[in-house]
C-alpha cells in the first residue's frame, strides 16, 4: 500500500466517527475562515474556498455555519486571527511528516507539537526540512465495489481525456492524481459520469516513500493519531509505506 493511500483512508474512516464530529467541524470552518480570508468570500473566483466547502457539505455541517465562517473570514463577523503555517519533522523509522496547522497562538502550538514529537520517537526538524519531499496533487479515489461493472480502460479514458496525471490500481480502488488545476475538471468528469468517489482533494503527496513494519509502525500510527487530534492540526502528511 502506498503511504499516502492508506493514511488517507484510515483518515477517511477516523472523520466518520461520531466522536471526532466536533473537531472536525471546527477544523473545516477555521479552513473555510482562512481561505475566505486570503482569497475572497466568493467560492467561485476562489477555489480554496470552494474545496474548503465541498468538504465541510461532505461532513454535513449545516449551510448557515458554512457563511457564518465565510463571512469571518472577510471581516463581516468578528473572528479570532489564525495563521496558517507548517510544521515539520520525522517520526519513528524515520519517515517524513509535514503538519498544516492553524493556530491563534503560534509559541503554543509550536511547543505542543514538538513534545508530541519527542515524546513519541519523533524529532520536530526545521523549516524545509522535509517539506521537499512532498508536492501538491489533486488525489481522487474511486472504490470499485461502489462502481460494479467499471474497469480500468474506462477509467483511464475518462481521466485522462479531463486532464489527469496519473491512474493507480491499488486492489479495491482506483486512484486518480492530478496537477491542482485540473482537480475540479477531472472531479467533474468523474461525477457526470456517474462513478463514485470515496477521497477527493487536493493533498501533499510524497514523492518517496519509507517502508515500516511491526512494532515501529504502531508508533507511527500512535503519532499520526495524536497530530489528527491535535485541535490546531489541520492536516496530517507522512510518507510511510506499510509492509507486511
Same mark, same amino acid.
Given at each position: ?70 463571512m469571518k473570514g472577510t ?22 511528516i509535514l503538519l498544516k496547522?492553524?493556530?491563534? +497562538? ?5 511547543? #505542543? *507539537?514538538?513534545? /508530541? ?7 520536530? !526538524? %526545521? ?66 459520469? +456517474? ?5 477527493? #482533494? *487536493?493533498?501533499? /503527496? ?7 513494519? !511491526? %512494532? ?9 493519531d495524536l497530530f489528527e ?16
Amino acid at each position: 500500500m502506498a503511504g499516502h493511500s492508506k493514511w488517507a483512508n484510515i483518515k477517511h474512516r477516523k472523520e466518520k466517527m461520531d466522536s471526532l464530529r466536533g473537531k472536525i467541524f471546527t477544523k473545516l470552518a477555521r479552513e473555510i475562515m482562512v481561505a475566505a480570508r486570503l482569497g475572497g468570500g466568493d467560492p467561485e473566483a476562489n477555489p480554496r474556498l470552494k474545496a474548503a466547502i465541498a468538504r465541510a457539505r461532505e461532513a454535513n455541517i449545516p449551510n448557515e455555519n458554512i457563511q457564518r465562517a465565510i463571512m469571518k473570514g472577510t471581516g463581516e463577523l468578528a473572528a479570532e486571527s489564525y495563521e496558517e503555517v507548517f510544521y515539520e519533522g520525522y517520526g519513528p523509522g524515520g519517515v517524513a511528516i509535514l503538519l498544516k496547522i492553524m493556530t491563534d +497562538n503560534r509559541n503554543r502550538t509550536a511547543g #505542543e *507539537i514538538r513534545h /508530541l514529537f519527542s515524546k513519541h520517537g519523533g524529532s520536530m !526538524g %526545521e523549516a524545509g526540512s522535509v517539506q521537499w519531499i512532498f508536492e501538491e496533487k489533486g488525489y481522487i479515489t474511486i472504490p470499485k465495489e461502489d462502481n460494479p461493472g467499471i474497469n480500468e480502460e474506462e477509467i483511464l479514458l475518462l481521466v485522462l481525456d479531463a486532464g489527469a496525471e496519473d491512474l493507480k490500481d491499488e486492489g479495491d480502488q482506483f486512484e486518480v492524481i492530478t496537477e491542482p488545476e485540473a482537480f475540479e475538471k477531472v472531479k467533474d468528469a468523474l461525477n457526470n459520469a +456517474n462513478i463514485k468517489t470515496s477521497i477527493a #482533494e *487536493i493533498t501533499m /503527496l510524497p514523492k518517496t516513500t519509507v517502508p515500516v513494519s !511491526g %512494532e515501529e509502525a504502531q508508533k507511527l500510527l500512535k503519532l499520526l493519531d495524536l497530530f489528527e487530534e491535535h485541535d490546531d492540526v489541520q492536516e496530517v502528511y507522512a510518507n510511510f509505506e506499510l509492509v507486511d
